[in-house]
T-cell receptor, first 116, second 119 residues
Framework: KAGVTQTPRYLIKTRGQQVTLSCSPI?????VSWYQQTPGQGLQFLFE???????NKGNFPGRFSGRQFSNSRSEMNVSTLELGDSALYLC???????????????FGPGTRLTVL | AQTVTQSQPEMSVQEAETVTLSCTYD???????LFWYKQPPSRQMILVIR??????QNATENRFSVNFQKAAKSFSLKISDSQLGDAAMYFC????????????????FGKGTRLSVIA
């Protein structure tokens, strides 16, 4: 079974631009979560989507948004980029089942975003 | 809010030796999970081991084992017979138990410990 894929792997943008990152979950997985990883703040949760609905959201400004499509693929968008948005963006997919209190999340390789 | 603290930014171990990585966490919840993730230079985050808070028995996965002290809110990772391929960033993470219709609760990560393995 193919793993979680993220595209592009590397991206360079300038301040003020916007960017869209893509995440394709493992086949059959309906939940996609996004995390931002920076040297200063570490790994921080951005949001989670399940069946095209955002179910949880982290403490990030409104410039960060996302969506999920009917095939479970997810995109996240960052508008009006700032230097501090430079980070590794990771997505993770899982297959939640009713009644379960836990399901394993599988991470993608990440997209390295550099804002100049 | 839950917090996870890893007090060792860097550690090193000789090949074939044993090393222990420390992690403490803070929570008021009773139902949760704890994890150790490995992130090698390739950046792919890999789950190493999981511990359910309601289980008293420490989890073990081959050369990896944990020492879970619930009252002390401590969760250390022991790597036995260290191998060169164990060199990576290791993250301790916390996750509340999911509840129906609440979605996947987010992982809360520590800042990580960089482990070097010396041949």
């Amino acid at each position: 079974k193919a793993g979680v894929t993220q595209t592009p792997r590397y991206l360079i943008k300038t301040r003020g631009q916007q960017v869209t990152l893509s995440c394709s979950p493992i086949s059959g997985h309906r939940s996609v979560s996004w995390y931002q990883q920076t040297p200063g703040q570490g790994l921080q949760f951005l949001f989670e989507y399940f069946s095209e609905t955002q179910r949880n959201k982290g403490n990030f400004p409104g410039r960060f948004s996302g969506r999920q499509f009917s095939n479970s693929r997810s995109e996240m968008n960052v508008s009006t980029l700032e230097l501090g948005d430079s980070a590794l963006y990771l997505c993770a997919s899982s297959h939640p089942r009713a009644g379960e209190t836990y399901n394993e999340q599988f991470f993608g390789p990440g997209t390295r975003l550099t804002v100049l | 809010a839950q917090t996870v603290t890893q007090s060792q930014p860097e550690m090193s171990v000789q090949e074939a030796e044993t090393v222990t990585l420390s992690c403490t966490y803070d929570t008021s919840e009773s139902d949760y999970y704890l994890f150790w993730y490995k992130q090698p230079p390739s950046r792919q985050m890999i789950l190493v081991i999981r511990q359910e808070a309601y289980k008293q028995q420490n989890a073990t996965e081959n050369r990896f084992s944990v020492n879970f002290q619930k009252a002390a809110k401590s969760f250390s990772l022991k790597i036995s017979d260290s191998q060169l391929g164990d060199a990576a960033m290791y993250f301790c993470a916390y996750r509340s138990a999911n509840y129906p219709n609440s979605g996947n609760t987010p992982l809360v990560f520590g800042k990580g410990t960089r482990l070097s393995v010396i041949a």
